[in-house]
């Protein structure tokens, strides 16, 4: 197989089909990444690399100053996960939002990035990718009208057209991320999706 063009990557390009394979190949481009990044209208500032633990620390890693929408908290992520996520907002989440709620977004809500801790909060699990600043847990979205759309409350309680919207952005979500869980995986993601550019795919 051809190596993945990854210079042909321009984030003010809309997403397709090669989009994802060319996020997935950041990981192994760091300056290339940045190089990205620096080109598109997303504003962020590097970090210095950081470890907190045997297996907890990050490097290549940018804070998000500026994107198409504020978020509730810091957003600090690997430079893949960053180009990914401002997609999926610009992209995914921005259109479904008028699409299926006739409001525009103008927030988006989430529990966290950096975090020392391994997966599922077991003691012996893996490490999570959380640990890295490799993933985001994103738990809900403010609307221009004044509304609030979160997972835990609109997965399943939702109308049928918020959880039309939350399905649609989960979905569309796995052709950028490598993991995306949301409340069909396990109840310890009944109220966030969990976006992340491990080594594992999975998309539920």
Known sequence: MAPVPV??????????????????????????CRAILAA?????????????????????????LRSTVPYSGPVHLTCPMAAALYLWERDVVAPAAVKYLSSRLVRIDHMGTYSCRRRQGGSS??????ATANAIDISGF???????ITVLGDWSGGSTAERAFLREIRDRACGLFQVV????????????????????????
């Open 40 to 64: 598109s209208q997303l504003q962020v500032r590097d970090l210095e690399d950081r470890r907190t633990g045997p297996f907890c620390g990050y490097s290549d890693v940018v804070q998000i």
């Open 7 to 32: 210079g042909s990557l321009d984030l003010e390009r809309p997403i397709d089909r090669s989009t994802g394979r060319q996020l997935l190949a950041l990981k192994r481009a760091p300056d290339q």
């Open 125 to 130: 699990n893996r490490p999570s990718e959380h």
């Open 181 to 204: 869980l949301s409340p069909d995986y396990n109840a310890a993601h009944r109220d966030h999706f969990h976006l992340d550019m491990g080594d594992w795919g999975v998309c539920r």
């Open 142 to 148: 403010r609307l221009e009208d004044g509304r609030r």
